[in-house]
């Protein structure tokens, strides 16, 4: 078996979440003015919180329901992320070859965080049995 994993950056999930989200931060910079405080912040937001759901699910891997909604809330986000980046596209903002990058990009970090949803069990934090003497 592989290192055994301790912190949250350290999942591949959260590397590729945090990867997307820095891309999309770089290219709406260059976005129109009048999209800064609409497409631009939504982009933005969505991509930064599929690395946060990430990082809240990890957190409560003692709870089996709380680590699956939290990557549920997580898969969602990256959803999101690819309908803005659609409306992106649409609007002329980003040209189809970045438009279709980001989005099978986002399709990968939607197949891991299903894959860690399905294979939940093995993330959960095991409880050791209390000992009171």
């Known amino acids: 078996m ?3 994993i301790t912190s949250y950056r350290e999942l591949r999930v959260y590397r590729n979440a945090k ?9 709406t910079e260059n976005f129109p003015t009048c999209e800064k405080y609409s497409m631009v912040d ?5 991509s930064r919180s599929v690395c946060t759901n990430i990082a809240e ?3 409560k891997r003692r709870y089996r329901a709380a680590f699956i909604a939290k990557l549920s809330d997580a898969e969602s986000e990256a959803c999101e992320t ?9 609007c002329g903002y980003l040209d189809k070859e970045t438009t ?6 986002y399709e990968k970090i939607m197949g891991q965080i299903v894959l860690m949803i399905e294979r ?3 993330w959960l ?3 050791s049995p209390r000992s009171d003497g």
């Open 2 to 4: 592989g290192k055994m």
């Open 19 to 27: 990867e997307g989200a820095m891309v999309i931060f770089r290219i």
């Open 57 to 59: 699910g990890w957190r």
């Open 100 to 105: 279709s990058a980001l989005e099978q990009t």
């Open 42 to 46: 939504q982009m933005r937001r969505s």
């Open 120 to 122: 939940a069990d093995q």
């Open 125 to 127: 934090i095991k409880e």
């Open 82 to 90: 690819q309908v803005w980046l659609d409306f992106a596209l649409s």
